[in-house]
C-alpha cells in the first residue's frame, strides 16, 4: 500500500504566512502539520512508502524535511514543476501526475496536506477495505449546514454507500461533509484518467468523488472525533499553539 500526501498548492489565503512555507510545514503545536499526517501513517503496518506531491516552488523544502523526518516508511517528494499558484495542476491532476511518474498498482491512500484529525487511521483503512474493490473516503457531520456550504457535502444510504456528492454547494442536503481523506483501490485507479478525459475541473478533488459516486460505488466512513481543515488563518491561529494532535 502507498499513501499520497497533497501538498502542491499556494495557500494563498494564509498569506503572508505562506509565500516563503508550504502550509504543511507550517507549525502547529510545535512540529509542522505534516508530521501528525506521518504519524498516523506511521502506524500503517502494509504501508511502505508516502508520496508528497508538490510544486517547483516548495519541492525542496520538502525534500529537506524528508531527509531529517524520523520514520519507517519511505518518503518521496514529486515535483509538479509549477511555479505560480495560477501555473497549478490541481489537486486532481497532480494526483493524474504522481500515478503516472510512479505506474502505482498499488492501493493508495490520498490525503489533503492540511488535515488534522484524531481518529484512528486503521479503523478507517478496515473499512475501507472491507468495501473493496470500491472506494471508500472520510466524512464528517460538522453539525450546520451552513458551514458545510465550504465543504463537499454527501447523502449516504444505511450502508453507507454514498447516493450523492455536492462540492461546495449553495443549498446542502446535510452536514456530512468529506475531509479529504481518500482510500483508492488499486482496481480503480484508472478512473482518475478516465475522469480527467471527461472533465476540466482538476482541482477540488471533490469533484472527482463526485463524478465517481455517478459512475461506480463510493463508500463513506464516518467519525466523530475532533477534525480541523486549515484552510485560512482565522482556524490555522486558532489551534496553533493548542494543538496537540
Known amino acids: 500500500m502507498k499513501a499520497l500526501i497533497l501538498a502542491a498548492g499556494y495557500a494563498t489565503r494564509l498569506y503572508p504566512l505562506t509565500i516563503n512555507t508550504p502550509k504543511p510545514l507550517l507549525p502547529i503545536g510545535g512540529k509542522p502539520i505534516i508530521d501528525y499526517i506521518m504519524d498516523k501513517l506511521e502506524k500503517v503496518d502494509d504501508l511502505d512508502e508516502v508520496y508528497v506531491v508538490t510544486n517547483e516552488r516548495f519541492y525542496q523544502r520538502f525534500v529537506d524535511w524528508s531527509r531529517n523526518h524520523a520514520t519507517s ?52 483503512l478496515k473499512f475501507a477495505k472491507s468495501h473493496a474493490p470500491y472506494c471508500s473516503i472520510v466524512l464528517h457531520n460538522i453539525g450546520s449546514r451552513e458551514e458545510a456550504r465550504k465543504y463537499g457535502v454527501v447523502e449516504i444510504k444505511s450502508s453507507n454507500r454514498l447516493i450523492s456528492f455536492a462540492e461546495k454547494p449553495a443549498n446542502p442536503g446535510s452536514a456530512l461533509v468529506a475531509i479529504c481523506l481518500y482510500y483508492l483501490t488499486k482496481e480503480k485507479l484508472g478512473r482518475v484518467k478516465e475522469y480527467l478525459s471527461q472533465s476540466k475541473h482538476k482541482d477540488a478533488p471533490g469533484n472527482y468523488i463526485s463524478w465517481l459516486v455517478q459512475n461506480d460505488e463510493v463508500y463513506g ?17 486558532r489551534i496553533k499553539d493548542s494543538y496537540r494532535g
Do not use: H
Not at 77 to 99: C, F, K, M, S, Y
Not at 221 to 237: A, L, S
Open 73 to 124: 516508511k519511505k518518503i518521496t517528494p514529486i515535483n509538479d514543476r509549477t511555479l505560480t499558484n495560477e501555473e497549478r495542476l490541481g489537486a486532481i491532476g497532480d494526483i493524474q501526475l504522481v500515478l503516472d511518474e510512479t505506474r502505482l498498482k498499488d492501493d493508495l491512500i490520498i490525503i489533503a496536506g492540511d488535515n488534522l484529525f484524531s481518529f484512528q487511521m486503521s479503523n478507517f
Open 221 to 237: 466512513f464516518i467519525f466523530d472525533e475532533e477534525w480541523y481543515d486549515i484552510g485560512d488563518k482565522t482556524i490555522y491561529e
